[in-house]
């Protein structure tokens, strides 16, 4: 029996569709991996029934020995009653050094919102720093973290002096004024005897 040699355009079909099975397979592989990494990502980030927010109340400028407050604001959207949950707040440096840190539990049904206070250390050093909030439920299943950054400015005594000072003068100013006006007020007021003197006067005439 003869054999038939294959038709070349049948050779160069068969190459082209499988360049095309690869080029599939390797979107196929490239989109699972993809998945899988965010699978892996979304497993260590925040989780989404449990969320924080942090403002801070006095602005986001400082000086060292400052103290300042932060409104924190925790939702659970699977709530199933009134939950213990774990804040754990720090403070950083611009290059992740741990300046100071605390923690404390809160009762959250749906919503709470709640104030914390910090004091700055007197030996903090000028720079941007950052406040961190992290939300977790007891057993750690379920966290949520927020980041806030702040700057800490160091005045130098003698221009802090000046601002005291002008700060000083300005009040003594204000009160000043504010004497010499009551007294031009006061000598300006008529009485009720002088004026009904005034008027029965104008009547005589």
């Known amino acids: 029996m003869r054999m038939l040699p294959i038709p070349a355009y049948e050779s160069k079909h068969s190459v082209k569709r ?11 592989l490239l989109v699972g991996m993809f998945l899988c990494t965010n ?4 497993a260590v980030s ?14 986001d400028a400082f000086r060292p020995g400052n103290s300042f407050h932060t409104i924190t604001e925790i939702r659970n959207r699977e709530a199933l009653g009134r939950v213990d949950v774990v804040v754990f707040y720090k403070i950083l440096d611009a290059d ?21 206070t910090f004091n700055l250390p007197v030996s903090i050093e000028e720079g941007v720093y950052f406040l961190t909030a992290n939300v977790s439920n007891l057993d750690g299943s379920k966290s949520s973290e927020v980041h806030r950054s702040f ?13 005291q000072y002008v700060v000083v003068a ?5 009160g000043v004024v504010w004497f010499y006006e009551h007294r031009r007020i006061s000598k300006l007021r008529i009485s009720g005897k002088e004026l009904n003197k005034y008027i029965d006067g104008q009547k005589k005439k």
Do not use: W
């Open 18 to 28: 499988r360049r095309v099975h690869f080029q599939f397979f390797l979107v196929v």
């Open 39 to 42: 699978a892996v990502g979304a």
């Open 46 to 59: 925040s989780d989404p029934s449990l969320s924080i927010s942090l403002s801070i109340v006095e602005g």
């Open 96 to 116: 992740g050094k741990m300046i100071l840190s605390s923690s404390e539990t809160v009762a959250v049904e749906t919503k709470s919102s709640f104030v914390a």
């Open 151 to 163: 700057n800490v400015v160091i005045v130098p005594t003698g221009e802090q002096n000046l601002i």
């Open 170 to 174: 300005a009040f003594v100013f204000t």
